[in-house]
Antibody, heavy 120, light 109 residues
Framework: QITLKESGPTLVKPTQTLTLTCTFSGFSLNSRGVGVGWIRQPPGKALEWLSLIYWNDDKRYRPSLKSRLTITKGASKNQVVLTMTNMDPVDTATYYC????????????WGQGILVTVSS | QSALTQPASVSGSPGQSITISCTGTSSDIGGYNYVSWYQQRPGRAPKLMIFEVTNRPSGVSNRFSGSKSGNTASLTISGLQAEDEADYYCSSYTTSSTLFGGGTKLTVL
């Protein structure tokens, strides 16, 4: 059974750096074809893909946010960490992590999401 | 990198069929057979309904089907049920990244 859960601060100040952790179970990020991605959703708005890391450490970023994003495998083998620098109120959103399949370019299992508010 | 274009809303009565369109470009939908559809109920995480244009994950009702023609993908829901009321998002692979549509709110009348 694949599960994922996001953790991190729910309130950050403008200009601060956001660090989110995705803790997962039921699969290994060392398995060929597996990835973990991050997707966000501002309140009342659409989904927005942010980043993805594959089993082979191949990393992908949303072009418009590439300079602000870093995705890494966590110190624990069942974690992925996303950092986003220079946070702004427009970055207020629910942030989801999801299990990805390289072969189908799809996210088939999602975490419950974490609402991050950017406010002073 | 623009979002894929979906109608803001569609509606239908129970038992009817509805189709949600998703329009992209030759660089995304038209260039790859990696179109997915997600269902999202209020306050919940998205759920995968269709992948690789036409494939249904295990456990998804066969009332849901997907197709693609050129730069436009479509999700069809037949035999509409009250439980289908939700937001639906299309997604497509594009070079080195992923695009989502703006979402379509399905109302079951």
């Amino acid at each position: 059974q694949i599960t994922l859960k996001e953790s991190g601060p729910t309130l950050v100040k403008p200009t601060q750096t956001l660090t989110l952790t995705c803790t997962f179970s039921g699969f290994s990020l060392n398995s060929r074809g597996v990835g973990v991605g991050w997707i966000r959703q501002p309140p009342g708005k659409a989904l927005e893909w942010l980043s993805l890391i594959y089993w082979n450490d191949d990393k992908r970023y949303r072009p418009s946010l590439k300079s602000r994003l870093t995705i890494t495998k966590g110190a624990s083998k069942n974690q992925v960490v996303l950092t986003m620098t220079n946070m702004d109120p427009v970055d207020t959103a629910t942030y989801y992590c999801a299990h990805g399949l390289y072969s189908a370019k799809v996210f088939d299992y999602w975490g419950q999401g974490i609402l991050v508010t950017v406010s002073s | 990198q623009s979002a894929l274009t979906q109608p803001a809303s569609v509606s239908g009565s129970p038992g009817q069929s509805i189709t949600i369109s998703c329009t992209g470009t030759s660089s995304d939908i038209g260039g790859y057979n990696y179109v997915s559809w997600y269902q999202q109920r209020p306050g919940r995480a998205p759920k995968l309904m269709i992948f690789e244009v036409t494939n249904r994950p295990s456990g998804v009702s066969n009332r849901f089907s997907g197709s693609k023609s050129g730069n436009t993908a479509s999700l069809t829901i037949s035999g509409l049920q009250a439980e289908d009321e939700a937001d639906y998002y299309c997604s497509s692979y594009t070079t080195s990244s992923t695009l989502f549509g703006g979402g379509t709110k399905l109302t079951v009348l």
